[in-house]
């Protein structure tokens, strides 16, 4: 074995590229902006992350990551321990199992998809929400958390894009 | 030709099937954390305490720069205000030196007045300054977080104000972060009055900008504008704190308007009345 120690450290930070900026995008919107028109205009990071990395290197980010994702996610927000965990972990099952369609074609389609396994893991989201504390959310903001977050999508696939081609592009898929 | 057995199922078919196993045990986990909490089990708490002390510092760190920007939006607006505020503060001046006058001998009076009925004033309320350094308020849920000294004793339970306004309670304590549950919050019910008519109800958040006013009574006279207070049923809100203003009237429901815009929210007072409510024993007993 010829690899130094440096090397093995940095070919094992790399593969943890996808969960590390998975969680630093988590981390970033939770950052208070003191701006009125942003009341509950927070897009779901989250559910971009899972649905990118899921799609296009499920070799480094499975159901273990995605698990770890959701339980940050749900210890910041102060949403019920589990509710991200599940719906993240929905969401990983949905982007497995209709992925295969979009993750060879253009940019668009894969939005598109985006947009598609997105708005069932709100639906989702909001059906177990509303189980939960037995009270219906109004659709108005749910709409609104959709469409943010779907027109957000572009942002956040482009810096996942640049890490996955800047830092991974060399990794066996 | 000889027929070839296979005794196994192929290598490949088995790590699909243990993938798909995987996955499932994980849905099913989250499942059970969910329900778990439902229950509210104090080992989430824990485990929950445990993301939090770790990630809050890093928030923070990342806040300095937004800190940075909204620190120099906010100079900027202030000079643009500095004029229209020096008007209104003249005014506010004028009229405050004429009831200041009459506020002296109102003093004097019920001092007298109290002397004679033998009345004994509530305690002061103490209060800590916090800065918010993270917040969630998406339509899922409504909290932020903000940075204590672990030395100021902030206990959950406690009011969290604005200036003067009530923004939400303390939910829980994790070293130096607490997490407050803002008024808008879905799990926030607050024991209030219409200060007006002193009919009594239920304030209770719904994830969005506007709070619902509940179990008002069919008849109760209630107007666009009344000005709705806590009325200190259930020990854990003292009296008169001002929560928002009836913003609509619905014929089975009505739109309160907080009165402090929790979005814009830098520091918050975390007030002590010395209360002794369900939820400081609660904290005590845990």
């Known amino acids: ?173 | 030709m000889k027929r070839r057995r296979v005794l196994f199922i192929q290598l490949s078919q088995f790590r699909l099937f243990i993938r798909k196993l995987v996955v499932a045990v994980v849905m099913f986990s989250a499942l059970g954390l969910l329900i778990l909490s439902r229950a509210d089990s104090a080992h989430l708490g824990k485990a929950e305490d445990i993301v939090s002390k770790t990630l809050n510092p890093i928030i923070r760190v990342l806040q300095l720069p937004a800190d940075g920007v909204y620190f120099c939006y906010e100079k900027v607006r202030d000079v643009v205000r500095v004029y229209y505020d020096n008007k209104i503060l003249k005014q506010r001046v004028e009229t405050l030196s004429r009831l200041n006058s009459k506020n002296q001998s109102l003093r004097i009076e019920n001092e007298l007045l109290s002397q004679m009925l033998h009345y004994t004033p509530p305690p002061e309320a103490t209060f800590v300054t916090a800065k918010i350094v993270a917040g969630e308020s998406d339509v899922f849920s409504h909290s932020v977080i903000a940075y204590v000294s672990e030395k100021q004793n902030v206990q959950k339970g406690q009011v969290v104000l604005d200036n003067q306004n009530v923004v939400g309670r303390i939910e829980s304590v994790h070293g130096n972060y607490v997490r407050i549950l803002l008024v808008s919050d879905i799990n926030s019910k607050i024991p209030v009055l219409i200060e007006r008519t002193r009919g009594r109800g239920i304030l209770s958040g719904n994830n969005t900008e506007t709070l619902k006013l509940l179990f008002t009574g069919s008849n109760s006279d209630i107007r666009l504008g009344d000005k709705v207070v806590t009325s200190g049923v259930g020990g854990i809100f003292p009296s008169g704190l001002t929560i928002g203003y009836v913003s609509k009237i619905y014929t089975d429901a009505v739109d309160v308007k907080p009165a402090s815009t929790i979005d814009m929210i830098e520091y918050v007072k975390i007030v002590s009345y010395g209360l002794n409510n369900t939820l400081l024993k609660e904290n005590e007993a845990q």
């Open chain 1, 1 to 173: 074995m010829n690899d130094t120690w440096i090397e093995i450290l940095t070919a094992k930070l790399k593969n943890m590229i996808p969960i590390l900026s998975a969680l630093g995008l988590v981390l970033m919107t939770f950052i208070e902006l003191h701006l009125p028109f942003l009341h509950n205009l927070r897009p779901d990071v989250a559910c971009i992350s899972v649905y990118f990395w899921v799609l296009y290197r499920l070799d480094l980010f499975g159901i273990f990551s995605t698990f770890f994702l959701g339980l940050v996610v749900d210890s910041l927000s102060g949403a019920p321990f589990g509710m991200n965990v599940f719906v993240l972990s929905f969401e990983y099952v949905l982007t497995i199992s209709y992925g295969s369609y979009v993750n060879t074609k253009p940019f668009l389609i894969s939005w598109l998809g985006f947009a598609a396994v997105f708005f069932a893991a709100l639906l989702f989201k909001w059906v177990v929400f509303s189980v939960y504390y037995r009270v219906f959310l109004s659709f108005w903001h749910i709409f609104i958390t959709y469409a943010v977050t779907v027109l957000i999508y572009p942002l956040i696939a482009r810096l996942n894009m640049f890490l996955q081609n800047r830092y991974l592009a060399d990794e066996g898929v």
